[in-house]
């Protein structure tokens, strides 16, 4: 195996999920060449994935140039294996899996497509099949070597910038342990817990003298996060906007990260920053990071967590908290 393509047109968590079979496929073949094609709302992780030699971008559809050129390199470079690493049916990865024409040709089993895209394909994930079990599987196809646990780096310059960006914040109250609340995606209705619930438990923790509290959002969320900041009972900073790996950078400098599950939840966990979240049961089956520095609520609801009440998520968070001592 000299060349190796891995294939992910998803979202920036989805790419970041999968970094722990990206460095199992490194670990398997130390020596080859490993490219990773991704659509254009992942562009900014890739330079933080340290298992990649080179990349290739899917740009958005108006983008005929781009595309265009992205299509000649696809095609024009050998490749030796190819991975699909959605576990869901895509029509463009698989027209891209098809495109690359690698001898070798990997997949979940999708129960749908054209036959023969795929020269091996591994059992369709279960619907509570957690996603780096289903990463286990198909790293176990290639006899790589896996382990669960996502891994981001971030570049020296990324971790400058989020420095400067913090200390240009104004010094607000609280004690030295640093709490970030993000309370976005916004486009996901049943997945995301109320604002006004967000808002009354940063309240409570604003009546913590050994709680630094911040908020931050994606892009785009940041007049939705205000609004929420701007009820509170004192000012809260609201971390600058800044590209991807400057926002890990400052997330770095946290000891929790509090959340709805989003990209930003992955990236925080990929960076060894401790997290909690509000889960769904569909969420926290298949998504929750996991070990001891991850904890959060789980709701009764498959796909809402909307129901967890401020009083259930503040015990939990205070049980989290004094679990986080030894980290």
């Known amino acids: 195996m000299e060349r190796i393509t891995a294939l992910y047109i998803g979202r920036v968590g989805d790419v970041i999920v999968a970094?722990?079979?990206?460095?199992?496929?490194r670990r398997r073949h130390p020596k080859?060449?490993?490219?990773l094609i991704v659509g254009w709302r992942?562009?900014?992780?890739?330079?933080?994935?340290?298992?990649i030699d080179e990349s290739l971008v899917l740009e958005k559809p108006g983008k005929v140039g781009a595309n265009f050129r992205?299509?000649?390199?696809?095609?024009?470079?050998?490749?030796?294996?190819l991975v699909d690493l959605n576990s869901s049916y895509s029509k463009t990865s698989t027209l891209i899996a098809r495109a690359v024409g690698a001898p070798r040709r990997l997949a979940f089993d999708k129960g749908r497509g054209p036959a023969g895209v795929f020269t091996e394909l591994v059992a369709a994930p279960g619907e509570r099949e957690h996603?780096?079990?289903?990463?286990?599987?198909?790293?176990?196809?290639?006899d790589a070597p896996y382990d669960q646990d996502p891994e981001l780096r971030l570049p020296p310059d990324d971790l400058d910038e989020a420095d400067r960006l913090?200390?240009?914040?104004?010094?607000?109250?609280g004690g030295s342990f640093r709490i970030v609340i993000h309370p976005g995606n916004f486009d996901r209705f049943s997945f995301r817990w109320p604002e006004e619930k967000f808002a009354a438990l940063a309240d409570r923790l604003l009546d913590?003298?050994?709680?630094?509290?911040f908020f931050m959002g994606g892009p785009g969320e940041r007049d939705k996060v205000a609004a929420i900041v701007k009820t509170l009972k004192r000012p809260v900073p609201i971390l600058p906007s800044a590209r991807l790996g400057v926002s890990g950078g400052m997330l770095k400098r946290m000891n929790l990260f509090v959340c709805n599950i989003t990209g930003t939840t992955h990236l925080a966990a990929a960076l060894g920053v401790p997290t909690f979240g509000f889960y769904a049961g569909y969420t926290q089956a298949v998504w929750r990071p996991r070990?001891?520095?991850?904890?959060?609520?789980?709701?009764?609801?498959?796909?809402?967590?909307?129901?967890?009440t401020v009083d259930e998520a503040h015990a939990a968070l205070a049980d989290h908290v004094k679990r986080l001592s030894p980290f």
């Open 19 to 25: 970094t722990s079979f990206l460095r199992a496929v």
């Open 32 to 35: 080859a060449r490993i490219r």
């Open 42 to 51: 992942s562009t900014q992780v890739l330079p933080l994935i340290p298992f």
């Open 70 to 81: 992205f299509a000649w390199k696809a095609l024009r470079e050998p490749c030796d294996l």
């Open 131 to 142: 996603m780096w079990d289903r990463y286990g599987r198909l790293a176990a196809a290639l």
């Open 166 to 173: 913090l200390a240009g914040i104004p010094p607000s109250g």
């Open 208 to 213: 913590d003298t050994r709680v630094k509290l």
């Open 291 to 308: 070990g001891a520095r991850h904890g959060g609520t789980v709701c009764a609801e498959w796909e809402s967590c909307r129901e967890t």
